[in-house]
C-alpha cells in the first residue's frame, strides 16, 4: 500500500477495475433490465467496461433491453468514469510533478500553464463546474428541441437530453435510441450540441482552460495546447471534406439528403467519430472509402488529459514533427520556437507503436475467435474498443462470449494504458551515473 501511495498512477488500473466490478455486480440484478432477468456475467461485464471507459459499444439493444434503473446506472457509471479520467488525469500530473523535483515541477507548471501546482482542491472544483456547466447547456437544448419538435412530454424530453448530454461530454456514445441518432442525423438543435459536447470533452482542460483564457493570443499557447487545438481542427476539416466526398452518393447513408443534410450529417459523424462514438450514419453501411478513414480517427482519437480515447491529438502530430524533422535532416525538432524534448519523442513513439501492436494483436484474435468476419469489419471493431469510441459495424452483437471477453480487454487497456504508460514513464525517469560509447547502427 506504501508503495501505491508512493505513485498514485499504480491506483489508476485498480480504480477503474474495482469501479467495472461494482458496475457489473449492479447490472447483473434482475430490476437492471427490462424482463427482470438476471443478465449473463459476459453481457454485465462487456456493459459495465464499455460504461466506465466511456466507450458506449454494445452487445444488446439498450433501449430494449435494460431497464429504466439500468438505464440511470450506465449514466452514473458514464459520468464517474468521465470525471474519474479527467481527475485522475489533473491528480497524476501534480504527482508527477512533486516526484521529480523543482526544476520538473516549474516544467509541468508551465506545461499545463493554468494552476498551481498545489491547487489540487481549486483545481477538480474547476473541472466538476465545467463538465456539470456544459452538461447542463447540452440538456437544456436538446430536452428543449425535444419537447417543442417532438412532441416529448417534459419529463421524458429531459431524460433524453440529460442522458445524451452525459454520454457525450464523457464520450460515452450510449443512446436511448435503438438506431443510435441517425434520426437526428439531419436536425441541427439536438445533433449539433451533442458533437460540441464531445468535442470540447475530448480536447482535454488542460489545453481547454489556456485556449479559453488566451483566446486572443493563440501564440502564446503552449506547445501541447496548440497541437491538441490545431490539430483537432485540421482533422475535423480533413475528416468531414473526406466522409463528405466518399458518402456523397452512398443511398445507404447520405446519398438521399439534400445538400445541407448531406453537410450536417457528414460533419456530425466526424465529430462523434473521433471522440463520442455516437452513430449518426449506420457504420455498416459506409463505403469502402470511409472505413480506413474512421478507423484513422479513431486511433488518434482526442487530446491528453481529456475524456476522449486513442494514442490522443498531441501524440500522433508530435510524430508527425518528428518525421518531418528526420526527413529535412534537422538535428532538433523544433514546433514554432520550441524545441521538443528527446523524452517526449521517445515517450510519443511508445505510446503509438504499443498502441499498434494491440490493436493489431486485437483483431487477429477476433478473427479467430470469430468465424467469416472479414478483416476490414474486425479492425474495425478492435479499433474502435480499443480507442473507446464505441461504433460498432455489427460485430459486437454477434460475439460469443470469448469474443466480448477480448473487447471488454481492449475496452479496459485502451482507457488506462496509455495514461498509465505515459506517467509510469514519467516517473521512472532518472539520469544515469554513466553512459556506453555510441553506435549508429543501420537502417532501412
Known amino acids: 500500500m506504501r508503495r501505491l501511495l508512493r505513485h498514485p498512477v499504480r491506483l489508476?488500473?485498480?480504480?477503474?477495475?474495482?469501479?467495472?466490478?461494482?458496475?457489473?455486480?449492479?447490472?447483473?440484478?434482475?430490476?437492471?433490465?427490462?424482463v427482470h432477468e438476471r443478465t449473463p456475467f459476459a453481457t454485465a461485464l462487456f456493459t459495465a467496461t464499455s460504461a466506465v471507459s466511456v466507450t458506449g459499444m454494445t452487445v444488446n439493444d439498450t433501449p430494449n433491453y435494460?431497464?429504466?434503473?439500468?438505464?440511470?446506472?450506465?449514466?452514473?457509471?458514464?459520468?464517474?468514469?468521465?470525471?474519474?479520467?479527467?481527475t485522475g488525469a489533473a491528480l497524476i500530473v501534480l504527482a508527477v510533478s512533486r516526484r521529480l523535483g523543482l526544476r520538473n515541477r516549474l516544467l509541468v507548471q508551465a506545461e499545463t500553464a493554468e494552476y498551481e501546482v498545489g491547487d489540487i482542491r481549486g483545481l477538480l472544483l474547476r473541472i466538476v463546474m465545467t463538465v456539470l456547466a456544459c452538461e447542463a447547456v447540452m440538456t437544456a437544448t436538446v430536452a428543449g428541441r425535444l419537447w417543442l419538435?417532438?412532441?416529448?412530454?417534459?419529463?421524458?424530453?429531459?431524460?433524453?437530453?440529460?442522458?445524451?448530454?452525459?454520454?457525450?461530454?464523457?464520450?460515452?456514445?450510449?443512446?436511448l435510441y435503438t438506431d443510435g441518432l441517425l434520426a437526428f442525423s439531419r436536425d441541427p438543435w439536438f445533433s449539433l450540441p451533442l458533437a460540441a459536447g464531445a468535442v470540447v470533452g475530448g480536447l482535454g482542460f488542460p489545453a481547454l482552460f489556456e485556449a479559453v483564457r488566451e483566446w486572443r493570443q493563440p501564440r502564446r499557447w503552449t506547445v501541447a495546447t496548440k497541437l491538441t487545438v490545431w490539430g483537432s481542427v485540421a482533422l475535423l476539416v480533413i475528416g468531414f471534406t473526406a466522409l463528405l466526398a466518399?458518402?456523397?452518393?452512398?443511398?445507404?447513408?447520405i446519398g438521399q439528403y439534400d445538400v445541407r443534410g448531406k453537410i450536417l450529417a457528414s460533419f456530425t459523424q466526424i465529430a462523434l467519430t473521433r471522440t463520442g462514438g455516437f452513430a449518426v450514419l449506420p457504420a455498416a453501411s459506409l463505403s469502402e472509402e470511409s472505413v480506413p478513414l474512421l478507423i484513422g480517427l479513431m486511433f488518434i482519437g482526442g487530446g491528453s488529459a481529456s475524456t476522449a480515447g486513442g494514442i490522443k491529438v498531441s501524440t500522433f502530430f508530435l510524430l508527425a514533427f518528428?518525421?518531418?524533422?528526420?526527413?529535412?535532416g534537422e538535428p532538433d525538432v523544433r514546433i514554432g520556437n520550441r524545441r521538443v524534448a528527446t523524452a517526449s519523442q521517445r515517450q510519443a513513439i511508445t505510446v503509438a507503436l504499443l498502441s499498434v501492436a494491440f490493436v493489431a494483436g486485437g483483431t487477429i484474435a477476433l478473427i479467430v475467435l470469430t468465424e467469416g468476419v472479414l478483416f476490414d469489419r474486425a479492425l474495425f471493431e478492435a479499433t474502435s474498443a480499443f480507442s473507446t469510441t464505441g461504433l460498432s459495424v455489427g460485430v459486437a452483437q454477434s460475439l460469443s462470449d470469448g469474443g466480448q471477453y477480448l473487447l471488454t480487454a481492449l475496452m479496459y487497456i485502451g482507457r488506462i494504458g496509455p495514461l498509465t504508460l505515459g506517467s509510469a514513464i514519467a516517473l521512472n525517469t532518472r539520469r544515469p551515473l554513466y553512459r556506453y560509447?555510441?553506435?549508429?547502427?543501420?537502417?532501412?
Open 246 to 253: 466518399s458518402e456523397w452518393t452512398n443511398v445507404r447513408t
Open 322 to 328: 518528428v518525421l518531418w524533422a528526420e526527413l529535412r
Open 149 to 175: 419538435a417532438y412532441d416529448y412530454p417534459v419529463w421524458r424530453a429531459l431524460w433524453s437530453g440529460g442522458f445524451h448530454s452525459v454520454q457525450a461530454f464523457n464520450n460515452g456514445g450510449f443512446t
Open 12 to 34: 489508476v488500473p485498480l480504480a477503474f477495475l474495482v469501479l467495472i466490478l461494482v458496475g457489473t455486480g449492479l447490472l447483473m440484478l434482475r430490476p437492471a433490465t427490462v
Open 437 to 444: 560509447p555510441e553506435e549508429q547502427p543501420i537502417v532501412g
Open 66 to 86: 435494460w431497464s429504466g434503473p439500468g438505464l440511470v446506472l450506465i449514466a452514473i457509471l458514464t459520468q464517474i468514469g468521465g470525471l474519474g479520467i479527467l
